[in-house]
């Protein structure tokens, strides 16, 4: 019982320390180095800019939401393309033996070199952000829910053909709870990737959104701004990432990811 609660108190221990341990480094390297303040700005001139930036919620707040949407539309096609397609490749061993290769060679194309091509097709806005993200996040969705298929034991399939169960019955009771875990994990990847996708084609074809922030900084060689950008793309990520993760800790309470720490 005592291990449970510390195990649950952990992470708001250790992460404020870390924090403060982190910021620490950070400004006794600026000292002790003298390092420039266009290399690495100090910790508060950074905290200062991110004040005028929280300060000013029609500047970063708008940007801020187009990252979001570009990232949350991106990761919905890529869970829906991904749970369908490895749940069918998973099922049907032949075709995903005879689509093996052109999935391998679609996932190690660095897709970076894509989003040109998508800026060309579909303009400078939301719809070129979007289907890198969704491209990124595919992936690891698809994968994990092609081995969450293939993980069911074939037992306890035996064990619903004993019982007379026909194929709905074996989906919602066996196949739907025993790949469940597997969907969880490849969406916490998933949103991570889908965030960077955004991230990504903001800042080599965007306009507008987080990502186009980071590149104005950097052309204006405005440190502290380039910072407090990167902290609110973390915030973001954050905040996308325990989302994920507090559904699933509301859809598989029983799982053992969940029991076993108590805050994955």
């Known amino acids: 019982m005592e291990r449970e609660r510390f195990m649950k108190l952990l992470p708001w221990i250790s992460t404020p320390l870390l924090l403060i341990v982190t910021v620490v480094v950070w400004k006794l390297s600026t000292t002790a180095f003298d390092v420039s303040p266009f290399v690495l700005p100090p910790p508060e001139a950074v905290a200062q800019t991110l004040l005028e930036f929280l300060r000013q919620p029609d500047t970063w707040l708008v940007h801020a939401r187009i990252t979001l949407v570009e990232t949350v539309v ?21 075709l995903e033996l005879a689509v093996r290769p052109l999935v391998v060679a679609l996932q190690v194309i ?26 990124l996040a595919f992936f690891p969705i698809m994968l994990n829910v092609l081995l969450g298929v293939r993980s069911v034991e074939p037992g306890h399939r035996e064990v619903m053909r004993s019982l007379n169960a026909n194929r709905w019955q074996t989906f919602s009771s066996l196949d739907f709870h ?38 104005v900084s950097l052309n204006a060689l405005d440190a502290p701004r380039l910072f407090a950008v990167i902290i609110l793309l973390a915030g973001l990520g954050w905040l996308l990432f325990f989302a994920v993760n507090g559904i699933k800790r509301f859809m598989i309470p029983w799982h053992e990811s969940v029991i076993e720490t108590g805050i994955s």
């Open 74 to 94: 991106g990761f919905g096609f890529a869970l829906v393309t991904g749970v369908v397609v490895g749940a069918v490749l998973g099922r049907i061993f032949w």
């Open 110 to 135: 660095p897709k970076v070199a894509l989003i040109p091509l998508f800026v060309i097709w579909f303009g400078f806005g939301l719809t070129s952000k979007i289907i890198i993200a969704a491209i």
């Open 178 to 215: 025993s790949t469940l875990p597997y969907v969880f994990a490849g969406m916490e990847v998933g949103i991570v990737f889908a965030l960077i996708g955004a991230i990504v084609g903001e800042y080599l074809g965007g306009n507008e959104g987080l990502g186009y922030m980071v590149v």
